[in-house]
């Protein structure tokens, strides 16, 4: 399913749901080691040609899941073919970028907090911990790591990395409560989370998940 969430003259944020289901067959067959780095990080830029080339895929993937064949398994074989193209563009995009980084000198620092995130963010979202795994002084990586990431602060990337974890977890499992989602992430409380979700993006899960199924 396709949704546009939010558009304007100069920006449209479409929104692609992916059956549970479906999601399995695709990770098995395009999704590489590196996907949550890759999906979930918040520092990704496009340039213009590149949008319309993913633009492209997403209108042909809205033809695809409307058009009325018959044959359900080749229309699945289809969307999937389509999704897999898609994922590699952002893929490639993504290591372009990652070249484009490597000539920053602290490049490799920004690479090895993104694997420890991934890693740890369940159990531990403090910039001292990844500040003291990669053996630097916290305020010396917070300084070194806006260097490397166009000015966002650590804090501020794995504020943004459990939201977009938190958002999948609820867009995959409409059913499940706030509890349930805050346990799945690590948080002590359910108060807990929901405070750090709306750091993370300015509204509370809850209020996240009415305005996500509701339009």
């Not at 449209?12 to 890759?38: C, G, N, Q, R, W």
């Not at 490397?148 to 974890?165: D, E, M, N, R, T």
């Not at 999948?168 to 992430?185: C, G, R, S, V, W």
Request: positive net charge; contains cysteine.
């Amino acid at each position: 399913m396709l949704r546009a969430l939010c558009s304007s003259e100069d920006f449209t944020y479409v929104k692609v749901e992916i059956s549970a289901a479906m999601l399995k067959d695709l990770k098995a067959f395009a999704f590489t080691h590196d996907y949550d780095k890759f999906n979930f990080a918040p520092v990704c830029q496009l340039s213009d040609i590149q949008a319309k080339r993913l633009l492209a895929h997403v209108e042909l993937l809205e033809a695809v899941a409307s058009h009325p064949i018959k044959d359900l398994p080749y229309r699945q074989q289809m969307l999937l073919s389509q999704l897999a193209i898609a994922y590699e563009f952002i893929n490639y995009y993504r290591r372009e970028q990652d070249k484009s980084q490597e000539k920053n000198r602290y490049a490799h620092v920004f690479q090895q907090f993104c694997d420890l995130v991934v890693m740890h963010y369940k159990e531990n979202r403090n910039i001292n911990f990844y500040a003291e795994k990669l053996g630097y002084d916290p305020r010396y990586f917070s300084k070194i790591f806006r260097e490397s990431s166009q000015g966002i602060s650590p804090l501020v990337w794995i504020q943004q990395y459990v939201a977009s974890q938190a958002k999948q977890i609820m867009d995959m499992h409409p059913k499940q409560t706030i509890k349930e989602t805050a346990f799945e992430l690590g948080f002590p409380t359910t108060a807990n989370f929901c405070r750090y979700f709306k750091r993370a993006t300015g509204i509370y899960p809850q209020t996240y998940k009415d305005k996500t199924y509701m339009s």
